[in-house]
């Protein structure tokens, strides 16, 4: 068949540093006479006579024994720790040597030449260079400063830096693939040189002027070209366990943001999209196509480049809108023809080159073809024979729906119909057009505009376009997380939920059930949450560091239902099934998802393995799938307590989709950062709310006291209950419920108008403050842990108001008043039932020689031995049902029992479980024999 679409004209037919390890890891090291605990040579005489022999390094490397912009890479080093040196540590951005998603690679950057580092650990990047950037790369690296040592001369801050420089081992380098073999010469020393640090600075806490002296490996790349381009490094500390293994995607945008037709973007040419473009357009049928107008513009996209179009089969004039998520590339034809050999009732038989003249002969015939971008234009589009932009495709294949293809609608090719539902394949098919490519735009509104006509058709096409940055703590669709984007990503989760089995003692995350287990199936450093068609809450724990994927509304087809189906089957069966979502949302911690509709991602054809029965049949086995459906990956949310909700609706099969996870991100260390958000409030607002607990509770027996009446459910309520610490040395044995977050005070001060009257909240605050300046000596530790940061934990609450009682703590009047905190706090996740000890020591030190008002000395040594108990299992008689009830607590537990306590075979209580009066309700009927139960901790 041959025919044109006008318009879319178709025709068918770091570096290292020893000090850096306060910022990124908890291990420290001393300083020693001589520095020598820094870092390794590898170029022995045999590995450098090795390297002499080697394959040359990719070729935009600078020779390192040559100058660049008139400097030599000793002298570039200098300049890279110039740079690190001179950057905030405390800023609202990041510093590029610490691992935080919000990096920002032109913080610092100026000049010609750009600079690039790294922390420890795996770590991946994307982000954008502007064409015409040198790159020089800083491995991993030492120096030695005068700050650090104060005094030091130059060759003293060389022998330092040259030491460590000698433990670094295993160093790689690679561009795009390509490696550098010869890594050893890359090694170098620079002079002495200047730098001014901030305060904090890198290395300490206080910054200024000084020199310093470095050596390590770096490497300087010339300007690369636009597009898509992976810097790959790695080295190793062995002797101080340390590793850095890190990955630069970044895409180097064109001055016009618009790439030349060679460019490469992630691994495709844009002749290579080209023949994407129209597999994109075949796959959707005429009556769900943006380029009908009768769809959305995210229909059908995913990944790093979207797909736009002119007026498909016909001339006219269109304005579209929509929105586009930040990083998203964007391609589309100014015009374009396809040809191939479908025909009805019989198909062509032209070979490729005969198609490739016949789709030619089309675009050679174009004209008028304009295009501004945000009112800029974009030059040589005028002649479509020399246009620079003028691309011709591989040979491609693509599949078309069994129904409203645009073969049948538009073209009238009535064999490409049927009713049967299978979707038709083409094979051979070739294009030929004039494409543009563009840089991805920066968060807001932009317009495109693009006109052209062919064959006495024409088109005059206007996108307005809102590019929207998801939040910062959700990955953009275009995203790589731990090497899979997010197609492969949701073949994982579908992997793992049809893997996980429907009649086992924890509930399949895909029902409604109360004993549910976040943690079922989950491995590695991604966890997945699902959820039941149908409104539920859900409760539960998630370790901290995790990244989580979240399937929304999700269709997949597979081999076990549809035996022998192919791949492109299977695709178009899941595809017709998630055209059906409407209605999607999605939430974090109450601020929307504004551009849900780019969360639409298809899978590749994935291998499974499901039990009998399985999630969607009585029989289980090994198959194929393909998935489409709405995904949204969050990097590691912060420890603390966090609320995601999403909804969707299938009206077709009159289904919906209301789930609320309620997360409690569980601190590694035990114990909450500081800047922590746990249940609605951060640090502050509980240090004032522990405050009014304890000026609340009555003298005798408060907890602020060294009382052996002391209660510690006195005055608790909710998820979180509060501990204190007296003056003096203290033990306390105690009972503490299962699922409570601690919130303990060390040693504190405040300041309230019942003691100072008439003060105002400055007074207040400078007076708690003037307290708190002379606490020492705090430690704190669970079950014989130290909390190593403990100075990070002093904080000052906001005003408060309290009511005290007559006597209170702190007078023999209370009353109603304000006041404000200051001192030292940490809050302390659920521990697991049994036994664990909490301690805490500090000193306060006034002395009238220090010029104090007066005199006072005190410390603190407080021990608690708490139990931590699971809930009481409660029986009672309805009839002829038993009624278990247990209370409801931040554990989950599920309810089972066993015939006999002698051989024990427990297995789950079926029946209901409903939620009254703050406990967990299970009805269920009265065996025969023996029955004994137990609720288990999941």
């Not at 909804?647 to 996870?661: N, R």
């Amino acid at each position: 068949m041959l025919a044109q679409s006008a318009i879319d004209v178709s025709c068918s037919i770091n570096h290292f540093k020893m000090k850096i390890l306060t910022v990124n890891t908890p291990v420290s090291c001393q300083k020693q006479n001589l520095k020598s605990r820094r870092i390794l040579r590898l170029t022995t005489a045999f590995a450098l006579l090795a390297a002499t022999l080697a394959p040359p390094a990719p070729a935009q490397v600078i020779d390192p024994a040559s100058t660049y912009e008139g400097e030599t890479y000793g002298q570039w080093s200098a300049s890279w720790w110039q740079w690190g040196l001179s950057l905030p540590v405390t800023g609202s951005v990041p510093h590029p040597f610490t691992d935080d998603p919000a990096f920002d690679v032109t913080e610092g950057q100026t000049g010609q030449v750009w600079f690039l580092g790294a922390p420890f650990g795996t770590v991946q990047r994307t982000c954008n260079i502007p064409e015409g950037k040198s790159l020089f790369i800083g491995l991993l690296n030492a120096e030695d400063s005068g700050l650090e040592d104060p005094g030091s001369t130059a060759a003293e801050q060389l022998a330092s830096a040259q030491a460590q420089a000698d433990l670094i081992q295993n160093v790689a380098f690679n561009l795009d693939g390509v490696a550098i073999t010869n890594i050893g010469s890359y090694r170098v020393q620079s002079p002495q040189f200047t730098f001014t640090a901030p305060t904090p600075w890198l290395f300490g806490a206080t910054g200024g002027s000084s020199t310093s002296v470095s050596d390590g490996y770096f490497v300087m790349l010339e300007p690369l070209a636009p597009g898509t381009h992976t810097l790959h490094y790695s080295g190793a500390i062995p002797s101080y366990g340390l590793a850095m293994d890190m990955t630069y995607n970044f895409m180097v945008i064109p001055t016009n943001s618009v790439f030349s037709a060679t460019a490469s973007l992630y691994g495709k040419t844009c002749a290579e999209y080209s023949a994407g473009w129209w597999q994109w357009n075949f796959s959707l049928p005429t009556t769900n196509n943006p380029l009908q107008d009768n769809a959305p513009i995210s229909t059908g996209q995913n990944g790093n480049v979207w797909y736009l179009g002119g007026t498909f089969g016909s001339s006219g004039t269109r304005v579209r809108s929509g929105n586009v998520p930040m990083g998203t590339a964007l391609f589309f034809p100014i015009l374009d023809a396809w040809a191939d050999n479908t025909d009805c009732p019989n198909p062509d038989h032209y070979d490729t080159e005969t198609l490739r003249g016949l789709a030619q002969g089309y675009i050679d015939a174009a004209s008028n073809m304009t295009c501004t971008i945000d009112g800029a234009t974009v030059a040589d589009l005028t002649n479509s024979i020399t246009s620079q932009y003028r691309v011709q495709s591989p040979v491609f294949s693509y599949s078309a729906p069994a129904a409203h293809n645009f073969l049948y609608d538009l073209f009238g090719a009535t064999c490409y119909t049927n009713g049967n539902g299978t979707p038709f394949a083409v094979d051979g098919a070739v294009a030929d057009g004039v494409y543009l490519m563009l840089a991805p735009f920066s968060a807001g509104q932009h317009t495109i505009h693009f006109t052209g006509e062919i064959s006495g058709s024409s088109e005059d096409i206007t996108y307005n376009l809102t590019v929207v940055p998801a939040a910062s703590s959700i990955y953009a669709t275009n995203a790589v997380v731990d090497g899979q984007d997010y197609g492969q990503w949701s073949a994982s989760w579908w992997q793992w939920a049809m893997a996980l089995p429907v009649t086992g003692p924890v509930p399949h995350p895909f029902t409604d059930d109360p004993a549910f287990d976040v943690t079922e199936g989950q491995t590695g450093s991604v966890w997945f949450l699902g959820a039941p068609l149908d409104t539920a809450v859900r409760t539960c724990n998630i370790p901290e560091g995790k990244t989580l994927l979240v399937g929304l509304l999700n269709a997949e087809d597979s081999g076990l239902e549809d035996p022998g189906s192919t791949a492109a089957e299977q695709l178009a069966s899941a595809q017709a099934t998630a055209d059906l979502f409407s209605n999607l949302s999605f939430s974090l911690d109450g601020v929307a998802l504004a551009n849900i509709d780019s969360y639409r991602v298809q899978s590749p054809q994935f291998t499974f393995s499901a039990p009998t029965p399985w999630l969607f049949g009585p029989t289980g086995g090994t198959s194929t799938s393909v998935s489409d459906g709405y995904f949204v990956m969050l990097a590691p949310p912060a420890p603390g307590t966090h609320t995601l909700h999403y909804s969707g609706t299938v009206p077709s099969y009159g289904l919906a989709m209301d789930m609320t996870y309620h997360l409690t991100v569980v601190p590694a260390s035990g114990v909450y950062a500081s800047e922590a958000e746990v249940a609605g409030q951060d640090y502050s607002q509980w240090e004032a709310a522990w405050w009014q607990w304890g000026m609340s509770l009555p003298l005798a027996g408060n907890p602020f006291n060294d009382d052996p009446a002391f209660d510690v459910t006195a005055g608790q309520t909710g998820s979180v209950w509060f501990l204190a610490s007296p003056l003096d040395t203290n033990a306390r044995a105690c009972h503490i419920p299962d699922g409570k977050t601690l919130f303990v005070g060390l040693l504190n001060a405040e300041d309230s108008e019942l003691e100072d009257p008439g003060s105002t909240e400055a007074e207040q605050r400078a007076s708690a403050q003037f307290q708190a300046d002379h606490i020492g000596n705090i430690t704190f530790s669970v079950d014989g842990t130290a909390l190593a940061n403990i100075g990070d934990y002093r904080l000052q609450s906001p005003q408060f108001s309290f009511t005290a009682p007559t006597p209170w703590i702190f007078g023999a009047t209370g009353g109603t008043n304000t006041s404000v905190g200051d001192g030292y706090f940490v809050m302390v996740p659920p521990l697991p039932p049994g036994a664990h000890t909490l301690r805490s020591t500090g000193t306060f030190h006034f002395a009238v020689a220090e010029g104090d008002p007066f005199n006072f000395d005190a410390a603190t040594d407080t021990t608690y031995h708490l139990t931590v108990t699971g809930p009481e299992l409660g029986l009672g008689l309805q009839g002829t049902n038993l009624v278990f009830a247990w209370p409801q607590t931040g554990s989950r537990y599920v309810l089972e029992s066993t015939p006999t306590l002698g051989d024990p075979s427990w297995s789950p209580v079926t029946g209901t479980v409903n939620t009254s009066g703050g406990n967990y309700q299970i009805t269920a009927p009265i065996g025969v024999g023996a029955q004994f139960f137990r609720l288990r901790k999941q």
